[in-house]
């Protein structure tokens, strides 16, 4: 998706018109048709220009940027924005903490895995990714909480879309932290099933 689209998605997920955000950046004639410019692509704004527009939207300046999948903040972002263009194509799964798993069963593990997928599609089963960077494996199961939060209700999708906005390294869960208390329920209850 390129910067003009999401500048005018997330302005408008701010209830903002064109002429407003213009203005916060600082143009004074015209605002409105430069933003417009910059939405419709026929303008792309400069490094310091998105800094400001990101500002004044209140969002992380990699939420607007096209991303560089070259680093695990750009893959990130990049399945941000394909989760907001295709809902329901893309679903993470959350996967059994190692200390919630059952014991080993002859010479295998068997995962257990917890998804929120709707259907599986032409008969087949879901597949699971995963990489042998922890990092990247921490920030998929991040997303994973919190696409499971939001199509189980628990938040909408007002927050949901913020939360990857406002999305960041820092803000992911480290490995050491514990599950999230409706997440930890939830694998309990799978523990009583059993």
Same mark, same amino acid.
């Given at each position: 998706?390129?910067?003009?689209?999401?500048?005018?998605?997330?302005?408008?997920?701010?209830?903002?018109?064109?002429?407003?955000?213009?203005?916060?950046?600082?143009?004074?004639?015209?605002?409105?048709?430069?933003?417009?410019?910059?939405?419709?692509?026929?303008?792309?704004?400069?490094?310091?220009?998105?800094?400001?527009?990101?500002?004044?939207?209140?969002?992380?300046?990699?939420?607007?940027?096209?991303?560089? /999948?070259?680093?695990?903040?750009?893959?990130?972002? +990049?399945?941000?924005?394909?989760?907001?263009?295709?809902? @329901?194509? %893309?679903? *993470?799964?959350?996967?059994?903490?190692?200390?919630?798993?059952?014991?080993?069963?002859?010479?295998?593990?068997?995962?257990?895995?917890? /998804?929120?997928?709707?259907?599986?599609?032409?008969? +087949?089963?879901?597949?699971?990714?995963?990489?042998?960077? @922890?990092? %990247?494996? *921490?920030?998929?199961?991040?997303?994973?909480?919190?696409?499971?939060?939001?199509?189980?209700?628990?938040?909408?999708?007002?927050?949901?879309?913020?939360?990857?906005?406002?999305?960041?390294?820092?803000?992911?869960?480290?490995?050491?932290?514990?599950?999230?208390?409706?997440?930890?329920?939830?694998?309990?209850?799978?523990?009583?099933?059993?």
């Amino acid at each position: 998706m390129k910067i003009g689209e999401k500048i005018k998605r997330v302005r408008l997920h701010r209830h903002m018109k064109q002429r407003e955000l213009g203005e916060l950046v600082g143009f004074t004639d015209g605002a409105a048709n430069r933003i417009a410019q910059y939405e419709s692509s026929f303008r792309v704004p400069k490094e310091d220009m998105v800094k400001k527009i990101a500002a004044a939207l209140n969002v992380a300046e990699c939420a607007l940027l096209e991303p560089d /999948t070259g680093n695990l903040e750009g893959i990130m972002e +990049t399945l941000f924005w394909l989760d907001e263009d295709m809902p @329901d194509v %893309l679903r *993470c799964s959350l996967t059994m903490p190692l200390d919630k798993r059952p014991a080993e069963i002859g010479s295998a593990t068997v995962p257990v895995i917890q /998804t929120n997928a709707k259907t599986v599609p032409f008969n +087949t089963q879901p597949t699971m990714l995963w990489s042998e960077n @922890d990092l %990247l494996n *921490c920030l998929l199961n991040t997303y994973a909480v919190m696409q499971y939060r939001y199509h189980t209700g628990r938040i909408t999708h007002e927050k949901y879309f913020e939360w990857k906005l406002q999305w960041s390294f820092s803000s992911t869960i480290t490995h050491s932290s514990p599950l999230p208390a409706d997440i930890e329920a939830l694998f309990q209850n799978s523990d009583d099933e059993q």
